[in-house]
């Protein structure tokens, strides 16, 4: 199994920066089969959406509404994945969940709620 902690979030106003921070922990194993992270969220009445992801290799992948103002970054040494959100708007509002697939198992972690005041 794994384990993963997010955080980082918090209240912020409209053009603020947070840094979100997720720990990976668990079983050695399944630990180093974690081949794609990535953080999610889901805002109140909506679908939980993706906003980025990352593999192993550091290749990245953005959501359209959240590219060029958050960056995604992992340390492998320290099992961590980031997400560095700047210019926020309040429509970025939600909570934010670590995501990390092993194989064709998901693994999530609890949310971290990130609201943006305007």
């Known amino acids: 199994q794994v384990q993963l902690v997010e955080s980082g979030g918090g209240l912020v106003q409209a053009g603020g920066s947070l840094r979100l921070s997720c720990a990976a922990s668990?079983?050695?194993?399944?630990?180093?089969?974690?081949?794609?992270m990535g953080w999610y969220r889901q805002a109140p009445g909506k679908q939980r959406e993706l906003v980025a992801g990352?593999?192993?290799?550091?290749?990245?992948n953005y959501a359209d509404s959240v590219k060029g103002r958050f960056t995604i970054s992992r340390d492998n040494a320290k099992n961590t994945v980031y997400l560095q959100m700047n210019s926020l708007k309040p429509e970025d509002t939600a909570v934010y969940y670590c995501?990390?697939?092993?194989?064709?198992?998901?693994?999530w972690g609890q949310g971290t709620q990130v609201t943006v005041s305007s």
């Open positions: 995501n990390a697939k092993a194989g064709i198992s998901d693994y």
């Open positions: 668990g079983s050695i194993f399944r630990i180093f089969s974690i081949n794609v």
């Open positions: 990352i593999t192993r290799d550091s290749s990245t």
